[in-house]
T-cell receptor
Framework: ETGVTQTPRHLVMGMTNKKSLKCEQH?????MYWYKQSAKKPLELMFV???????ENNSVPSRFSPECPNSSHLFLHLHTLQPEDSALYLC???????????????FGEGSWLTVV | AQSVTQLDSQVPVFEEAPVELRCNYS??????LFWYVQYPNQGLQLLLK??????LVKGINGFEAEFNKSQTSFHLRKPSVHISDTAEYFC????????????FGSGTKLNVKP
């Protein structure tokens, strides 16, 4: 079992659907992240949670709504997405998210999202 | 904010040849530096990292990288590549003053040919 598990691995949804991506980390970390990976673009940091509190929100559209019920689980709720939102969504975790911590980020295998 | 530049989007190389993947970052403030590898249909795996100390860092699978502060570079090298090294490689920077916020380059696809 990998340290960071994401489900589903693949998701196809219509623009009017509501779906959620789930992430679970088994590493005992205190910080969790959502990244978006689109073709030919750098990875985009979407959200950072530290001890279940959101500490970073990178101007992400409100159609993406994160939820962190505890330090092991992170969700990304999706609502009325656009075709340009199709991408690989990567969840990650680190020991902590404190400034200057230099902690390594560990990634899940990602959820491939296609919006039709 | 930091920016990370990976100058080569694709690098073709023959098996057993040496390779260097280039990475430059924008800021002169203190940073932490990382290289990640992504195999097809997988997430990113850590190859190596520089936090402090020796500027030459050794990682997994025979890779190494050298931190050059004056040139703000962190190039990745391997003296002899294998077919199994075919993957996409990402350079990342995390600076001291931010919530463990990673800035990633756009990636370099390494294609090792037999």
């Amino acid at each position: 079992e990998t340290g960071v598990t994401q489900t589903p691995r693949h998701l196809v949804m219509g623009m009017t659907n509501k779906k959620s991506l789930k992430c679970e980390q088994h590493l005992g970390h205190n910080a969790m992240y959502w990244y978006k990976q689109s073709a030919k673009k750098p990875l985009e940091l979407m959200f950072v949670y530290s001890l279940e509190e959101r500490v970073e929100n990178n101007s992400v559209p409100s159609r993406f709504s994160p939820e962190c019920p505890n330090s092991s689980h992170l969700f990304l709720h999706l609502h009325t997405l656009q075709p340009e939102d199709s991408a690989l969504y990567l969840c990650a975790s680190s020991q902590e998210a404190a400034p200057g911590s230099g902690n390594t980020i560990y990634f899940g295998e990602g959820s491939w999202l296609t919006v039709v | 904010a930091q920016s990370v530049t990976q100058l080569d989007s694709q690098v073709p190389v023959f098996e057993e040849a040496p390779v260097e993947l280039r990475c430059n970052y924008s800021s002169s403030v203190s940073v932490y530096l990382f290289w990640y590898v992504q195999y097809p249909n997988q997430g990113l795996q850590l190859l190596l990292k520089y936090l402090s100390g020796s500027t030459l860092v050794k990682g997994i699978n025979g890779f190494e990288a050298e931190f050059n502060k004056s040139q703000t570079s962190f190039h990745l090298r391997k003296p002899s590549v294998h077919i199994s090294d075919t993957a996409e490689y990402f350079c990342a920077v995390s600076d001291y003053g931010n919530f463990n916020k990673f800035y990633f380059g756009s990636g370099t696809k390494l294609n090792v040919k037999p």
